[in-house]
């Protein structure tokens, strides 16, 4: 009989499937986009312009306007004159019809939107296709419905929208995360000065033809183009009221300290480092999909990923074989082929910051496993890559990576776990895995995470709100939680 | 080799969560095969079904025609495989047997009082005997879901094993009716009763009650087979049957197969669709390939 640790499954031939692309065809890409202010598209007073380039390839895509400060005044300014000349005053209902024609526009222009988001970020067009343009659709559609009910969404109060909002949003996922922020602020009454991150603006410049496309009135939203210092700009203008961020945590904190003392809210959805929990009596073939989907979806460029994995040692073994044995089949490549799972890392920065932690853990003593698929040479691509034999002193435990990097702890009890989940000074996610209902309900109510899911993992909807604890920021997007961002009440 | 093996407490066997498994499935159905890698699943599907009829109606006539199609698929094709086997009733086997000649396309006979397996064991064990006696390489017996929705475990393993000792060398597929059984954890834990006691085939359904075959169900015993390997090195074959009728499910089938089990079982020794119409639909997905353009049905052979 062959022993058992020598026995393989084989899964070379899975992983080598003929090319199955994405037309790019779709996807019309000017040369140059200018800002969009008021409504029109016009050239940035800087008069400079930055590359985005698609990551899979290094291949120019386009040129990118950067909005200096004069630019970020003169958005701030039409948002303001449109929300006092008439957004504020628009009737509720007509809001949610501006509101559910951008989301039928997104559906119309799905195949568009999602290629051109895998193309300027990089993740597969499974996901761009499947996840991010119709989630970001849902979103619309879902605060479209809330725009004339606010009333009843805050029953015996009045909300009052905030006036101009200023956000700014990540480049994991662009157009999501541009829905997750204008569709609330809209439906609340607020305009909007909205500014990408420099290394995916596409989707939102393309969002923002979209804008235009619904008739939407010049200035209710404006989408700004720039790196750190427009970003830096916007929070501190002093006509934004509101500043909607989703980044690291260490910007959130330059924000936290730039608005101190004055009256700007704020929601910060910032990093996180969830725990996935498997206990001994969990689905376990459903909770290593789970942990699969939760730390390599797009490509681990997620701030609730699953990337802390805390097995009951009585189960380790095996989660251990069945995780890699999954990891063997996962295609990593052109983000393009509609058979990629793993795609390319947003950018050169990222992938750096990623091998250094990669290093990192295995100066530290812990133990690595990749799976052998190979990797285009060109491009910015991370093999899905886990770390055995770590413990909680480890930075690779405790820090942020934002890649596809998984650290595996082992624990034997309840209290044990729960103490090491929320030993850490984030607190955004959290997944657990077990068939017992009771202890499930232990767990939620004792992990301080802003998120748990029980037996699944990252799963988003416009209806539950999202947000984080300690480090992770405050606030709540999504959901009614979502609509108290933006309003007085 | 099976001293070392420890029977484990099917009380106990895997859980699985439906909304996983389900989502997992419906996963592998993203992938898409292309070219030659469209092709040479196509073939592969091909050479991995079992040709069946199972009817109360069927002839030494009827018999005989499904075992010429099963040998010669379509002609205008040249280079095909056939088939992996021809599944009948035992009174049929002798017919088939003798129809197919020395083709290499095995002769499977379904036994054990099939479909219902209402009957008592030794009833069960003439009918696999019959049907060995008849030529049978291959036998897909039923097990007593009655006695396993009673909690009856080793009653079920027992009826296995004494089948599997009547077998001795020829192959045993045990069909679970997982439509009969219910849920997913059920499905785990007689694919585990079906292994440990002798099974060389694990394999959904009859085809005679719904729903037969379905992806989840069958990744549920795909895994299940992962797991038996692990724990003994021995290598279970799988047999989802009834309701796969077009190509693209079945391609879906083997791109599941591959990233669950590898690339060691995408053959027809560990892997069999059981169907009647599918082949007609691969041939015509596969003519679509060669010419560019799809045929009409009436230019595939119905037998």
């Known amino acids: 009989m062959a022993k058992n640790n020598t026995l393989k499954l084989k899964f070379d031939s899975s992983r080598n499937l003929a090319p199955a692309p994405e037309s790019k065809s779709v996807a019309k890409i000017a040369d140059r986009y200018e800002l969009f202010i008021n409504g029109k598209f016009e050239k940035p007073s800087s008069k400079k312009y930055f590359k985005t380039i698609n990551p899979a390839t290094e291949e120019n895509l386009s040129l990118i306007a950067e909005a200096n400060n004069a630019d970020v005044n003169k958005a701030v300014k039409a948002a303001r004159n449109a929300y006092e000349k008439g957004w504020k005053k628009t009737a509720p209902k007509e809001r949610a019809k501006y509101i559910y024609r951008i989301a039928r526009i997104i559906q119309e222009r799905a195949r568009e939107l999602a290629v051109i988001e895998t193309l300027d970020g990089g993740k597969p067009i499974r996901e761009s296709r499947d996840f991010d343009v119709p989630t970001a659709a849902n979103h619309f559609f879902y605060y479209a419905g809330w725009a004339d009910k606010l009333e009843y969404a805050f029953p015996n109060r009045n909300p009052q929208s905030l006036g101009v909002a200023g956000q700014i949003i990540p480049w994991n996922f662009p157009l999501l995360m541009a829905a997750w922020k204008i569709a609330p602020a809209l439906a609340t009454g607020n305009t909007v000065v909205l500014k990408p991150a420099e290394t995916t603006s596409l989707t939102a410049l393309k969002l923002a033809e979209i804008i235009q496309e619904a008739d939407l009135p010049p200035g209710v939203v404006n989408i700004i183009t720039g790196a750190g210092a427009t970003g830096a700009a916007m929070v501190n203008h002093p006509d934004i009221n509101k500043i909607a961020f989703t980044g690291s945590t260490d910007v959130g904190k330059i924000i936290q300290k730039a608005i101190a003392g004055t009256n700007k809210k704020a929601t910060l959805e910032l990093g996180g480092k969830a725990a996935n929990i498997i206990f001994d009596d969990a689905p376990l073939d459903q909770a290593v999909e789970g942990v699969i989907n939760g730390i390599f979806f797009n490509q681990g460029h997620v701030c609730c990923a699953g990337s802390r994995l805390f097995v009951q040692e009585s189960v380790y ?87 596809p990097v998984l650290s595996i702890q082992t624990f034997r009890t309840e209290d044990e776990v729960i103490e090491k989940a929320n030993n850490t000074p984030f607190g955004l996610s959290a997944g657990v895995w077990t068939d017992k209902g009771s202890k499930i309900f232990n767990m939620t109510s004792k992990l301080k995470a802003g998120v748990i899911w029980a037996n699944t993992y990252n799963k988003f909807d416009p209806t539950s709100p999202f947000g984080g604890y300690k480090e992770s920021g405050f606030g709540r997007e999504g959901g009614l939680h979502g609509l108290g961002a933006y309003l007085k009440v | 080799m099976a001293a070392n093996i420890t029977i484990p407490d099917f009380s106990i066997a895997p859980r699985i969560d439906q909304v996983g498994v389900e989502e997992r499935a419906s996963r592998f159905t993203k992938r898409s095969l292309k070219n030659e890698t469209k092709i040479n699943g196509l073939k592969l599907a091909l050479n991995m079904i079992d040709l069946t009829t199972l009817e109360g109606k069927d002839t030494d006539g009827k018999v005989k025609q499904l075992c010429y199609k099963a040998m010669h698929l379509h002609d205008a094709y040249p280079g095909l495989p056939t088939v992996a086997a021809i599944c009948v009733y035992p009174s049929m086997v002798g017919v088939a047997k003798k129809a197919l000649g020395d083709s290499g396309i095995k002769v499977a006979s379904v036994s054990t009082a099939f479909p219902s397996g209402q009957a008592p064991r030794e009833v069960k064990i003439r009918d696999t005997k019959f049907a060995i006696n008849q030529g049978a390489d291959e036998i897909d017996m039923v097990i007593s879901r009655g006695k396993f929705h009673q909690g009856e475990y080793n009653f079920v393993f027992d009826e296995i094993a004494a089948i599997k000792e009547v077998c001795g060398t020829t192959t045993l597929k045990v069909i679970l009716e997982t439509g009969e059984l219910g849920t997913y954890d059920k499905v785990r834990r007689a694919s585990d009763i079906a292994m440990y006691a002798g099974a060389d085939f694990i394999k959904t359904s009859t085809g005679k009650i719904a729903p037969a075959a379905t992806m989840p169900v069958t990744l549920v015993m795909l895994e299940a087979i992962r797991d038996f390997y692990y724990k003994t090195g021995k290598r279970i074959s799988m047999k989802p049957a009834g309701g796969i009728s077009k190509a693209k499910l079945a391609l879906h089938y083997l791109v599941m197969l591959n990233e669950v089990l590898g690339e060691e079982w995408m053959n027809n020794q560990y892997f069999r669709f059981g169907a009647s119409s599918l082949a007609n639909d691969i041939l015509m997905q596969l003519m679509k390939q060669k010419t560019g353009v799809y045929q009409s049905a009436d230019y595939f052979s119905n037998d």
């Not at chain 1, 393009?336 to 050169?348: P, Q, R």
């Not at chain 1, 910051?353 to 991370?382: D, L």
């Open chain 1, 317 to 403: 073994k095996i989660v251990l074989q069945k995780l890699k044995d999954r990891m063997e089949s996962l295609i990593v490549g052109n983000p393009l082929d509609k058979n990629t799972d793993i795609g390319a890392i947003n950018s050169k920065q990222q992938l750096e910051v990623i091998n250094k932690y990669i290093k990192i853990g295995q100066q530290e003593g812990a133990e690595i496993f990749q799976s052998k698929c190979t990797i285009p040479t060109k491009g910015f691509y991370c093999r899905p890559t886990i770390f055995t034999n770590v413990a909680q002193s480890n930075r690779i435990a405790q820090e942020e990576i934002f890649g």
